[in-house]
């Protein structure tokens, strides 16, 4: 009787194995040169993948050349070690997703154009060792060449930067409104947007992704916009702009239970950043074992600009070396509504070395530098008159300044520093800053605990300045400063 129940289970099994469907790249006779666009094969086998209740479409060793497509629910495309999807760099091989979401939301740099695209769909996984490229800078200096000549019209095209704006170059990948979506082991390159952007997606597993994207400007590496239940780990994240984004383009988003754990990120931007966009919420969001190197901006932003909520958000565990500013809390009323907040927020374990330069210069595309000189920027935690960051936890947290604040330079006195509720927020948006370890204004419960801020030269401005902050404690705040030079003949510093 057991052998005869274990014989049906083995048959069973062989007919659930038998009925899943695998279509190789050799099948559907794709074209390897790199040269022969291979669109109308890839998306066949997709779309008869998932007619047939889903399947595996296996592209082996070779160079494919692709323009947009588009995942259906139950497939998986799983590229071999040595397969490389290359984007077109012809723009007319790209198309829009007719994206959902609030009318009265602008959506002004938001592509909806990508290589990778899906929508609406379940349960899709990309997989495998391979490579996807978008050839970014070639694609976007022909849709540049396109608009300039009157072939393609761009709204919203740049004549200050000189360069087509976001909405028009594709993305790599842009799923919108998926459920269920899995990606790893890719190697991925060069958009001439955003890396990987996820609209109002919910239940994805991004892990041990390579994503190399610095090819042209505004290159993201992740952006998640208004998803849930979800993780990025293990990712190794190369961007031209901001390494990983939490944002939200839509008034009823809410952005909850999201993981980023154990990623290292360079950056000419920020390494990980709520913002800018921030018109819906975000709450439980946990943010451990990140390694920033080499990076512009904030190692962590926080930012509530256009009405969010956000709240309980744990960052723990970061690790960075040679970046410009270390933490940046910013509650602020752009959208000139009054209904955002920022509360309950824990950073802990930390330890951070500032850089006194830019960080970024291997870029051969860099972010926007400050217009001014001016002396290193301290971190900060604000919000705006009446509108306080509330509840704040700073702990073991160590982080090494440049030093060497000149008051030749700039003399700021705390209410001299302009409130800037309704500018574009970013670390240096208010100029000159008059302290060296952390600026405090409109704060509303703040511990710091275990904190150590070293400076590594002299520097004329306190290690920490405070306007309009309530509950503010220091358990074991230690502050160290340079040791003085001698000059040798008698016993008084320099």
Same mark, same amino acid.
């Given at each position: 009787?057991?052998k005869?129940?274990?014989?049906?289970?083995?048959?069973?099994?062989?007919?659930? @194995?038998?009925?899943a469907?695998?279509?190789?790249?050799?099948?559907?006779k794709?074209?390897?040169?790199?040269?022969?666009?291979?669109?109308?094969?890839?998306?066949?086998?997709?779309?008869?993948?998932?007619?047939?209740?889903?399947?595996? @479409?296996?592209?082996?060793?070779g160079?494919?050349?692709?323009?947009?497509?588009?995942?259906?629910?139950?497939v998986?495309?799983?590229?071999?070690?040595?397969?490389?999807?290359?984007?077109s760099?012809?723009?007319?091989?790209?198309?829009?997703?007719?994206?959902?979401?609030?009318?009265?939301?602008?959506?002004?740099?938001?592509?909806?154009?990508?290589?990778?695209?899906?929508?609406?769909?379940?349960?899709?996984?990309?997989?495998?060792?391979?490579?996807?490229?978008?050839?970014?800078?070639?694609?976007?200096l022909?849709?540049?060449?396109?608009?300039?000549?009157?072939?393609?019209?761009?709204?919203?095209?740049?004549?200050?930067?000189?360069?087509?704006?976001?909405?028009?170059?594709?993305?790599?990948?842009?799923?919108?409104e998926?459920?269920?979506?899995?990606?790893?082991?890719?190697?991925?390159?060069?958009?001439?947007?955003?890396g990987?952007?996820?609209?109002l997606?919910?239940?994805?597993?991004?892990?041990?992704?390579?994503?190399?994207n610095?090819?042209?400007?505004?290159?993201?590496?992740?952006?998640?916009?208004?998803?849930?239940?979800?993780?990025?780990?293990n990712?190794?994240?190369?961007?031209?702009?901001?390494?990983?984004?939490?944002?939200?383009?839509?008034?009823?988003?809410?952005?909850?239970?999201?993981?980023?754990?154990?990623?290292?990120?360079?950056?000419?931007?920020?390494?990980?950043?709520?913002?800018?966009?921030?018109?819906?919420?975000?709450?439980d969001?946990?943010?451990?074992?990140?390694?920033?190197?080499?990076?512009?901006?904030?190692?962590?932003?926080?930012e509530?600009?256009?009405?969010?909520?956000?709240e309980?958000?744990?960052?723990?565990?970061?690790q960075?070396?040679?970046?410009?500013?270390?933490?940046?809390?910013?509650?602020?009323?752009?959208?000139n509504?009054?209904?955002?907040?920022?509360?309950?927020?824990?950073?802990?374990?930390?330890?951070?070395? @500032?850089?006194?330069?830019?960080?970024?210069?291997?870029?051969d595309?860099?972010?926007?530098?400050?217009?001014?000189?001016?002396?290193?920027?301290?971190?900060?935690?604000?919000?705006?008159?009446?509108h306080?960051?509330?509840?704040v936890l700073?702990?073991?947290?160590?982080?090494?300044?440049?030093?060497?604040?000149?008051?030749?330079?700039?003399?700021?006195?705390?209410?001299?520093?302009?409130?800037?509720?309704?500018?574009?927020?970013?670390?240096?948006?208010?100029?000159?800053?008059?302290?060296?370890?952390?600026?405090?204004?409109?704060?509303?419960?703040?511990?710091?605990?275990?904190?150590?801020l070293?400076?590594?030269?002299?520097?004329?401005?306190?290690?920490?300045?405070?306007?309009?902050?309530?509950?503010?404690?220091?358990?074991? @705040?230690?502050?160290?400063?340079?040791?003085?030079?001698?000059?040798?003949?008698?016993?008084?510093?320099?």
């Amino acid at each position: 009787m057991k052998k005869t129940v274990f014989t049906l289970l083995l048959a069973t099994l062989s007919l659930s @194995l038998s009925a899943a469907k695998v279509i190789t790249s050799a099948s559907i006779k794709l074209v390897a040169d790199g040269k022969t666009l291979n669109t109308t094969a890839i998306q066949g086998a997709i779309d008869r993948l998932s007619k047939k209740g889903g399947g595996q @479409l296996v592209i082996s060793k070779g160079v494919y050349l692709t323009g947009a497509i588009q995942m259906k629910s139950g497939v998986e495309l799983r590229l071999e070690r040595g397969a490389v999807l290359l984007g077109s760099t012809n723009p007319d091989d790209y198309y829009q997703l007719q994206v959902m979401g609030d009318g009265d939301v602008v959506r002004k740099d938001n592509s909806k154009y990508g290589l990778i695209l899906a929508q609406g769909a379940k349960n899709i996984k990309l997989t495998g060792e391979g490579v996807i490229n978008g050839q970014g800078q070639e694609l976007a200096l022909t849709i540049d060449s396109l608009v300039k000549c009157g072939v393609k019209k761009d709204p919203n095209y740049s004549t200050r930067l000189r360069r087509p704006s976001e909405i028009m170059r594709p993305k790599l990948f842009f799923f919108s409104e998926c459920d269920g979506v899995e990606i790893s082991g890719l190697h991925l390159r060069n958009s001439a947007c955003w890396g990987l952007s996820f609209d109002l997606c919910s239940n994805m597993k991004l892990h041990h992704l390579d994503i190399y994207n610095r090819a042209y400007w505004n290159n993201d590496g992740i952006d998640m916009t208004d998803c849930f239940n979800s993780s990025i780990t293990n990712c190794r994240i190369n961007s031209a702009d901001d390494g990983i984004c939490l944002k939200s383009y839509h008034k009823k988003g809410d952005s909850h239970n999201l993981r980023i754990d154990s990623c290292e990120i360079r950056s000419s931007a920020s390494a990980v950043k709520f913002g800018t966009a921030t018109w819906g919420n975000f709450r439980d969001i946990t943010i451990t074992n990140i390694k920033v190197i080499d990076t512009y901006r904030s190692c962590i932003a926080i930012e509530s600009v256009d009405g969010s909520k956000i709240e309980n958000i744990v960052v723990d565990g970061l690790q960075a070396t040679n970046t410009g500013n270390a933490i940046f809390v910013k509650l602020g009323n752009r959208a000139n509504n009054d209904q955002g907040y920022i509360r309950n927020i824990v950073l802990r374990n930390m330890d951070i070395e @500032l850089a006194l330069g830019r960080p970024d210069t291997e870029y051969d595309l860099r972010g926007p530098s400050v217009s001014y000189f001016h002396n290193p920027f301290p971190s900060s935690i604000t919000g705006y008159p009446g509108h306080a960051v509330q509840n704040v936890l700073l702990e073991n947290i160590k982080i090494s300044a440049p030093g060497r604040g000149d008051k030749g330079m700039a003399y700021v006195k705390p209410d001299e520093v302009p409130e800037n509720e309704n500018h574009y927020p970013e670390f240096t948006m208010f100029g000159e800053l008059p302290a060296w370890g952390f600026f405090l204004r409109h704060v509303d419960g703040l511990t710091l605990r275990n904190v150590q801020l070293t400076l590594r030269a002299r520097d004329f401005r306190p290690a920490i300045v405070q306007d309009d902050v309530r509950g503010y404690k220091t358990e074991n @705040l230690d502050i160290v400063l340079p040791a003085k030079k001698h000059c040798g003949k008698c016993q008084h510093g320099e």
